[in-house]
């Protein structure tokens, strides 16, 4: 959402998330949220007990910039019972600030002034601004809707000599799809055509959602892949893993080299991440070893729950195959259909009290005619069963009289 070009910005074109912006508005039109994408419901209490605990236990001061040693030791353990490479925890772990933080710092440590980046659009919106003041620029590639997959020869054709990164997000946010295993091949095959030499292409591969998987889908994880595992910066989140969006609690592993880079970035922003929330989540990890395996099915009830509710509203629900959100196309609603996502977005939030997030701020260039809206799924079953209410009742107020 913008206010205006600014000359003397760095990021003219940058204003406030959408995500920070319908969050506003929900709490000021008291409307159900299912915009943002953070739990409205409580944490485990056996978390809480853990920062209880880690914070008696003395872990108040500065922690270690690379991270808790003992947190990345269960990070890594869990990396390879999930059959990844066997990755050293001293030299290939960072703890960030969220997931965010570890893709800022990645990009800041590979594209310089004149390098290439490729993003697929729509694009999570922290990678585009990170470029840009990194001094890159940024390729935009379209996923096509409604599958959202990747069209590789397209990616073949916008790679240049000043390509020095290529960005995915699998599980992807906010098209819901799946990478598969024939798509990390196929992005593989272009890394090693450009070679090893000394301008290799990385890989930024935000995998926070890595957990929320449905119908049975394998994570297919760069960490997983031969070539991709020694190229790539890997991005995960416990906000998502644990539902606490807001200790932001993220980590990358990538190899020793691309870590080193990577860590001159970060101990000059973040420099380190709260001790006695990195304590607590070993804790946690250690007294609950299967904690993040109850994610996908949870998830995936949640999922169900808002698709039945909704199945009379009139909307579209295209299957969603990871992450926490679930898509809804309202193009062939009678009298809804000429707006554009952002005017749909707008009545929905005023009309029916209900915030939702419109897909084209995920665009550099929206496709024309797109009616698509996503709708958080990480919330309370009343949240969800009411959101689905007041919009089926808003949309089809005759199919609920
Ligand atoms: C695709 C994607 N990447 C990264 C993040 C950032 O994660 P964190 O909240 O841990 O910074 C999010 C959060 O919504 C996301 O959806």
Redesign the pocket.
């Known amino acids: 959402m913008n206010s205006g070009p600014d000359t003397k910005s760095k990021l003219p074109d940058v204003g406030t998330t959408i995500f920070t912006v319908m969050s506003r508005r929900a709490i000021e039109q008291g409307a159900v949220n299912v915009g943002q ?1 953070f739990p409205d419901y409580p944490i485990d209490p056996a978390l809480a007990t853990c920062v209880a605990d880690a914070i008696a236990a003395g872990f108040n001061q500065y922690a270690p910039m690379e991270g808790n040693i003992g947190l990345r030791a269960a990070i890594a353990t869990g990396i390879s019972a999930a059959g990844g490479r066997a990755v050293d925890p001293e030299s290939e772990i960072t703890v960030s600030c ?3 933080e570890s ?1 800022y710092s990645a990009i800041q440590a590979v594209v310089g002034p004149g390098d290439e980046a490729i993003v697929f659009d729509p694009a ?1 919106d ?1 990678y585009d601004p990170a470029i840009r003041l990194a001094g890159g620029r940024c390729i935009h590639i379209p996923l096509a809707a409604p599958h959202f997959r990747y069209d590789w020869e397209r990616v073949r054709r916008a790679i240049s000599d000043r390509t020095r990164l290529i960005v995915i ?1 699998n599980p992807h ?1 906010p098209a819901t799809s799946v990478a598969t295993a024939g798509d990390l091949d196929a992005l593989a095959a272009l890394v090693l055509e450009r070679g090893k030499g000394d301008r290799p292409i990385t890989v930024l591969a ?1 995998e ?2 890595e957990h929320v998987l449905y119908d049975g889908r394998k994570h297919q994880s760069v960490m997983n892949h031969e070539v991709l595992s020694s190229c790539s910066y890997a ?1 995960y ?1 416990f ?2 893993t644990l539902h606490i ?1 807001g200790w ?1 609690v ?1 980590y990358c592993v990538a190899p020793t080299e691309l870590t080193r880079e990577l860590r001159k970035v970060h101990q000059f922003n973040a420099f380190s991440i709260a001790a006695p929330l990195q304590e607590a989540i070993r804790l946690y990890l250690e007294r609950h070893p299967d904690a993040w395996r109850r994610v996908g099915a949870f998830f995936s009830a949640k999922r169900d729950l808002l698709r039945a509710r909704l199945a009379d509203s009139g909307l579209e629900l295209p299957p969603a195959q990871g992450s926490y959100f679930q898509l809804a196309d309202y193009g062939r609603l009678a009298g809804f259909s000429s707006l554009d996502d952002v005017q749909f977005t707008e009545k929905l939030i005023n009309e029916a009290g209900v915030a939702v997030i419109p897909l084209s701020p995920f665009y550099r260039e929206p496709p024309a005619g797109m009616r698509i809206v996503r709708l958080c799924v990480a919330k309370r079953d009343e949240t969800l069963i009411e959101a689905a209410r007041r919009i089926s009742g808003y949309l089809r107020p005759g199919a609920h009289a």
Do not use: E, L, M, P
Request: cysteine-free.
């Open positions: 994408g969220g997931g965010t893709i999570y922290a997000n946010n935000d926070v959602y991005v989140s906000g998502k969006t932001r993220g």
